[in-house]
C-alpha cells in the first residue's frame, strides 16, 4: 500500500457519546456490508474492520423486500440508489446479525427506519431489550431503567443507534418524518426514551431549511446528529426516457453532492451544539478535513466504498499523516470554517 | 487476501472487431474460477463507480478482459495504454460448478452471445485442466460445442479472442468446434445463436450461456423444453460487486430477488428462469 | 463542425405564451453574455445568435456591484458561483441594453430580480413603460390597458420576462421568496398586474416540496415556470479549511445537479399546467431529450455554455437528428417520462 | 470568426522541470497578441470547466503553452499524448500594449515568476518582430532584460522554454540578457526576482511582470516607488473566459471590480495596484 501506517504521534481518537473511536472515520449506512465484503473478498476484514465503528444497513420492525431493479445508476460525480431499504426486519436482525455485529472489535452503530416517528420508539425498546438480554450490561444492570445510562455503560460504550428519519411514505403523508420538526422531536423523543445510549438523528437534505430539524432533533433528545442521507434524484432510461430505476425515483450520493452537504453540515453546526457525523461525497482526504472544518467531529464514507471498500481506514492514515504534516490537532481542523 | 484493492498494471490492449482485450497484470491476484469476475476502474476516472468484467483469461497474475465499449467506462478502459495503473478489486462472484461441468465436457454447449463470449476462454482452459487430473477420459469426452452468436461481422471480430483458448484446448487433445451465426448473415450463417442451438442440442445434456438477457432467456427455453441443465452468467448494474449496496438484484424463477454479484453472476436455468421440463425428448420448441 | 445542419423535415419550433421560439434551446439567465462573446470570439454572434431566444442576465432596481471575489470554485461535476447578481440596475439596463436586446434578431426574455415581492410589480411595470415607449407596441397602443394582451401583440410577441424569484436576503428575512408559496404569489401576480406578455417564475431547488411553490405561481399568473436555479452549496479552501468564495456560499449548477433538476421538473410537470423551462445540467442531446421527457416544453443550457457558448445551438442541431432518427416528433418527447 | 470553439490536435509535449510545455495544432486559429490567452479542455475530459492559459509560443496555427501541474485541470493536460483532441477557445482577453512597449524595448524589464514566465517567450516575438519594421533602433533599444524567479532549480527548468525564443530574439539582432533567481538558491542566486528587479531597475522605465499575485505586488512597489511604468498579467478563477459569468472578478486600486478575462489578463499597474510615484529616484523601496 502507498498508505504509511497511521502516525503513532497524531492522536485521531475522539468521543462521540459514550463511545470512543480509535479515529473519526467510520461507514455510512447501507454503503457497506462488513460481512459480505469479507467473505467476498477478505475474510481479515473482521479481524480488522476499516472503520472506527460499524453502522449496519437500516433495520425496520417488519421484513421488507426493497424496490424492483434496476435500482442503480451512475450519474455526473455519483450516482442513483432506490435500493427501498430491504432488510429482514428488527426480529431476525436480532436473531441472526446482532450477535455477531457484537463480536466486532469495534463499537457499532445500529441504524433503524420507521414509517412512523412512534415506531422509533418501538425499535429502540426491541433492541435495548436484546442488547440487555446480551448480557452486555453492567452486572448491576438487572431492572435497571433504560434512561439511566450509568448503569449500563458496559453496552452503551460500545453500541449506539442511529435514527434515519428520511424514509419515504411515511405516517404523516408524503413529506417524510426528516422534513417535519413535529415529527422530528417525536422520533427522536421516543426513541430517547427507550434509548439510554448514543443516539445519532441521520438527517435528510431534501428541506428548505435544515435548521429547525436539526433543533427538532436535539430537542428530542439526539445525542448527535448525521447527515446528509441522499438528495431525492431522477434518471430517464436513454432510449426509452421512461424512468430508469424501478422506484422511479432514487437517491442521489457521491462527490456530486459534497458541496450541499458541506453546507448543510456548516449550517447545523452553527445551530446545535451537538457533535455531527458528516457524510456526503467523501473520498479524498481533503473532503475529511473539509468535512471537520464544517463541524462534522466524526466523518462517514459512503457510496465512495464502493470502489474501495478500505477507504475509511486509508483515509484514517491519510488523516494522521495530514495533521502531522501541518501540525494540527483534530481540535484545529473541527470548526475551522466557522 | 488483499489488503485493499490492488493496483494493475496495463499490459497491453488489443482491439477484436468492435471489442478489444484488455490485458493486466496485478500483482497479489488469487486464481479465479471461471464465470467470476472482477471491478475494474482506472486509476485516473472520469466515472464514480467501477465496472464488472467477467475474468476472459488468466496465467498467473496477468488477466484479460475481453470488453465492448458501450459507455463512459468501458470506452475509458479501451483508451488505456501500457503502464496505466488500473484498480482490480476481485475475483469475486459464484462462477461456473465446475465439479459438474469438468465431468460432462463431451455433453456440454457454450453459448455466447457478443461479448457475452467474455468468460468461456477461461472455463475452456479450466475444463482442459480438469482432465489432466484424470487418468482417461472416455471417447467424445473430450469435444467441446462452441456456438457464438454476433450482431455482425465487425462484432465478430470478438470471436478471434478464443483462438489461443481453443488452441491450447486442441493442444491438450480436447477438440474444440466453434460454430458462428450474426444477425446480419455478414458472416458465417445468418440468424440467432438459439437457432444453432436448437438444430445442435441433441446429444448434449448442459448448456452454459451468457449474453444479451432476451438471448439467456431463449437458450432456457430451449433447455427447460428438453429437460437440459443449463447455467447462465446474467449481468446486472453493479455499484459495489461484492454485496455491500443491494443494488444489482434480479428477480429470479420464484420471484425472489438475489444478487447478481454475491448469488450469482452464474445462476441455474432453474434458478434463474424456472424450472426444467421432466422429460427430454430431444426437440426444442 | 461534426454536426449536420438542422433538417428541415423535423420541426423543433416551440410556442412559449405569445413567443415562438425556432427550436427549443436557449441559455440560462447570468450564464451567457452574448454581446461580451460576440465581442470576445465572434462577432457573428449578434447576426445569428446560438439560441432561440436570448435571456440576458438578472436586473435589479437598483445598480449591485455583486459578490466579492473569490466567486467561482469548480466541484465535482459542476461548479459553485456566488456573483451575487452584479448589474447596472434597471434605468441604466433599459437607457444601455434594452435597445441592442431589442436589434437581436431573436425573442428576448428579460429577467429580473427583486428583493421583496413588491418589487417584481415595479420592475415589471418599469419594463413594460419602456418597452411600450420604444415603439414597439402596436399603433393602438396608446393608452392601453396593461392587463389587455391583444393590443400589445407586437411586442408581447419578442419579449418575455422571467422572474428570478431565489435571490437571498430578501424582505421576508433570511428564507428567500422562492420558498415561501405566499411570497411567491405576491411576486407574481404584482409583476402580472404589470406585464402583459409571457410571463416566467423562475423556482428554486433549496425546498422540501417545490409543488406548493408551483402552485402558487401559476395562481400569481405565471404563464409559463422555469426551473431549477441553482443548488445552496459550499467549497472550503484547500489550505486554510475557510470558506473559499468570497460569498462564503454558491449555487451549484452543472451534471452534478441534473438528476436533481429532472426530478423537481418532473415534479413541477405533474402539478402544474403550464409550459416548463427545464435547466440545471444540460450538456449533451441526452439531458435536452431527458429534461423535455420530464416535461419541459423549452430547454435552456446554463454552465455548460462555458465551455462552449455555441452549444444551446449545436444542441438543437443534435436533437434534429435524433427525432429524425427514432422518427419522433417533439410532442412524441413532451412528457413521455410520465 | 470561427463557427464554435476550435478542435485542436496534441503535436507534442516536452517536460521543462515541474512545468510541461503542450504543443496543439488549431487549424481555423487567429493570431494571438502576446499576453492573450486561450480555455484548453481535452475532448476527453474529466474536469468539468477549460482552463486559462497564456499564449507560449505561436506560428500560425501552431501553438504552444507552458504549464504547470498544480491540479486536475492541468495534471490532465499534462496527461496528453500525440494525437489527442483539445478544445480550444481563443484568443482572448487584452494582452500587452504592443505599441507602447516595442518602442521602448531597450528600457524594459521582463519580470517572470514561476508559469508566470509562460507569455513572455511570445511578447519577445513580437517586439522583435515590431522592430521589423522600424528602420533603425537606437543603441541599446534592442537589448531586453529578462529576470526569472523560481521556488528551486526543479522549477526553474522552465527558464529552458525560453531558449528558442531567446535564441530568434538574438538571431533577430537582438541581445536579451536573462537572469535568473531561486527562492533556496539551488540554481543561479539565492532570493526573490524582486531582489533582482530592484538591483537592474535604474535605466529602465517599463516592466512587464506575470507571477503569483503577491509577487506583482511588489513589483508595483518598485515601480511605484520610482515612478516606472508598470504592466501586470494577472489570474483569476474563471468559468467562461469570455465575459459571460462575471466570476473572475478582483479588485482594483480603485476598489471597483474588473473582469481579469475581459479587462485583462493584462492591466497597468496604476489600474490594478494604485498610481506610482511622481518622480523616479532611481532607488527602490
Ligand atoms: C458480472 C458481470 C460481468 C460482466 N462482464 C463483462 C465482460 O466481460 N465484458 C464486457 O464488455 N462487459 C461485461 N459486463 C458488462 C459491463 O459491466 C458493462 O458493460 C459496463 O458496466 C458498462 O459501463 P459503461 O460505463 O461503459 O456504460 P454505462 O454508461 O454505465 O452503461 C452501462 C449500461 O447500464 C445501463 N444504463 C445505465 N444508465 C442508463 C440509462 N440512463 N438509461 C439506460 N440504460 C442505462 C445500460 O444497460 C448500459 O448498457 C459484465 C457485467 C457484469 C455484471
Ligand atoms: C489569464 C490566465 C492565464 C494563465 N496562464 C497560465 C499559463 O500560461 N500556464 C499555467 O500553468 N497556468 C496559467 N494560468 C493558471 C491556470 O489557469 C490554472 O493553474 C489552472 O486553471 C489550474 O487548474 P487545475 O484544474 O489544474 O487546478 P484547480 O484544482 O482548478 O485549482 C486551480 C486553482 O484554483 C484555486 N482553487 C480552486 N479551488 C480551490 C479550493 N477549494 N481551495 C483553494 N484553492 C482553490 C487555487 O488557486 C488553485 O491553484 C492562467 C490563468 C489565467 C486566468
Ligand atoms: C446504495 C445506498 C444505500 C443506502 N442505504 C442506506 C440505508 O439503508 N440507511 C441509511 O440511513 N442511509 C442509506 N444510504 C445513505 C448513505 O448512508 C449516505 O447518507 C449517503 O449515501 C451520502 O453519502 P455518500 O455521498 O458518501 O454516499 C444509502 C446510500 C446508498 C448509496
Ligand atoms: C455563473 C452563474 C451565474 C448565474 N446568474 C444567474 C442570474 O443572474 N439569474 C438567474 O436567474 N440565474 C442565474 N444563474 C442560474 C442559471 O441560470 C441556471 O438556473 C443554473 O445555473 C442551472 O443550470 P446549469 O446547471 O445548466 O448551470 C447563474 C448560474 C451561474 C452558473
Ligand atoms: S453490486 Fe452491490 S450488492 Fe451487488
Ligand atoms: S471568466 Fe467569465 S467573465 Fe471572466
Given amino acids: ?338 | 487476501m488483499s489488503d485493499g484493492r490492488l493496483l494493475g498494471r496495463v499490459a497491453g490492449l488489443e482491439a477484436f472487431g468492435s471489442m478489444f482485450v484488455l490485458r493486466i497484470d496485478v500483482p497479489g491476484w488469487r486464481p479465479a474460477a471461471p464465470g467470476q469476475f472482477a471491478l475494474l476502474q482506472p486509476q485516473t476516472s472520469a466515472v464514480f463507480l467501477p465496472r464488472a468484467f467477467s475474468l476472459h483469461g488468466q496465467s498467473g497474475e496477468s488477466l484479460a478482459f475481453l470488453i465492448s465499449p458501450v459507455g463512459a467506462g468501458t470506452e475509458e478502459l479501451g483508451r488505456s495504454v501500457e503502464g496505466d495503473s488500473v484498480w482490480v478489486l476481485g475475483p469475486v462472484g459464484r462462477g461456473f460448478d465446475l465439479g459438474r461441468l469438468a465431468a460432462r465436457a463431451g455433453r456440454l454447449v457454450i453459448v455466447g452471445g457478443g461479448v457475452g463470449i467474455a468468460p468461456f476462454p477461461l472455463l475452456i482452459q479450466a475444463l482442459v485442466d480438469a482432465s489432466a487430473h484424470r487418468s482417461a477420459d472416455a471417447p467424445g469426452e473430450r469435444d467441446i460445442l462452441v456456438l457464438l452468436g454476433f450482431r455482425d461481422s465487425v462484432q465478430a471480430g470478438g470471436a478471434d479472442s478464443f483462438t489461443s483458448a481453443a488452441e491450447a484446448a486442441r493442444a491438450a487433445g480436447f477438440s474444440l468446434r466453434v460454430e458462428l451465426i450474426t444477425e446480419d448473415g455478414s458472416l458465417g450463417r445468418c440468424g440467432l445463436v438459439t437457432d444453432l442451438l436448437a438444430e445442435e442440442l441433441s446429444g448434449h445434456d448442459v448448456v452454459v450461456a451468457c449474453g444479451a438477457h432476451a438471448m439467456c432467456a431463449a437458450v432456457w427455453e430451449i433447455c427447460s423444453a428438453c429437460g437440459c441443465d443449463s447455467w447462465f452468467s446474467l449481468e446486472a448494474g453493479m455499484a459495489c460487486g461484492v454485496g455491500s449496496c443491494q443494488g444489482c438484484v434480479i428477480a429470479l424463477a420464484d420471484g425472489s430477488l438475489a444478487r447478481v454479484c454475491r448469488e450469482g453472476p452464474v445462476f441455474s436455468g432453474e434458478t434463474a428462469f424456472g424450472p426444467r421440463a421432466h422429460v427430454c425428448t430431444g426437440q426444442t420448441v
Same sequence: chains 1, 3.
Fill in chain 1, 1 to 338: 500500500m502507498v498508505v504509511p501506517p497511521v502516525d503513532a504521534s497524531v492522536d485521531l481518537s475522539v468521543q462521540l457519546g459514550p463511545i470512543r473511536l480509535a479515529h473519526p472515520l467510520i461507514n455510512a449506512s447501507g454503503t457497506f456490508d462488513l460481512f459480505e465484503v469479507a467473505d467476498a473478498v477478505d475474510g481479515g476484514l473482521l479481524r480488522e474492520p476499516p472503520v472506527a465503528a460499524y453502522v449496519p444497513k437500516t433495520v425496520t420492525l417488519e421484513p421488507r423486500r426493497g424496490n424492483e431493479p434496476p435500482r442503480i445508476v451512475e450519474t455526473a460525480g455519483g450516482m442513483l440508489n432506490s435500493i427501498g431499504l430491504p432488510n429482514k426486519g428488527v426480529e431476525a436482525f436480532i436473531a441472526e446479525d446482532l450477535p455477531r455485529l457484537l463480536s466486532l472489535p469495534r463499537p457499532v452503530i445500529l441504524n433503524v427506519g420507521g414509517f412512523s416517528p412512534a415506531e422509533y420508539g418501538l425499535l429502540a425498546a426491541r433492541l435495548r431489550r436484546a442488547l440487555e438480554a446480551a448480557g452486555l450490561g453492567s452486572p448491576s444492570a438487572s431492572g435497571s431503567s433504560a434512561t439511566s445510562t450509568g448503569v449500563q455503560a458496559s453496552w452503551t460504550s460500545r453500541v449506539g443507534l442511529e435514527l434515519n428519519i428520511s424514509c419515504p411514505n411515511v405516517h404523516s403523508g408524503c413529506i417524510s418524518i426528516g422534513t417535519d420538526p413535529v415529527e422530528t422531536r417525536a422520533a427522536v423523543k421516543g426513541a430517547r426514551d427507550e434509548w439510554p445510549g448514543l443516539l445519532v438523528a441521520k438527517l435528510t437534505p431534501n428541506i428548505g431549511d435544515i435548521r429547525p430539524i436539526a433543533l427538532a432533533a436535539a430537542e428530542g433528545g439526539a445525542s448527535a446528529i448525521s447527515l446528509v442521507n441522499t438528495f431525492k434524484g431522477l434518471a430517464l432510461d436513454r432510449v426509452s426516457l421512461r424512468p430508469y430505476l424501478g422506484g422511479v425515483t432514487g437517491g442521489l450520493s457521491g462527490p456530486a453532492i459534497k458541496p450541499l452537504a458541506l453546507r448543510l453540515c456548516y449550517e447545523v453546526a452553527e445551530t446545535v451544539d451537538l457533535p455531527l457525523i458528516g457524510m456526503g461525497g467523501v473520498v479524498e482526504v481533503q473532503d475529511v478535513l473539509d468535512m471537520m472544518a464544517c463541524g462534522a467531529s466524526v466523518v462517514a464514507v459512503g457510496a465512495a466504498g464502493f470502489r474501495d471498500p478500505w477507504l475509511p481506514a486509508t483515509l484514517a492514515r491519510q488523516l494522521a499523516v495530514r495533521l502531522r504534516d501541518r501540525g494540527w490537532t483534530l481540535a484545529d481542523v473541527l470548526r475551522r470554517a466557522h
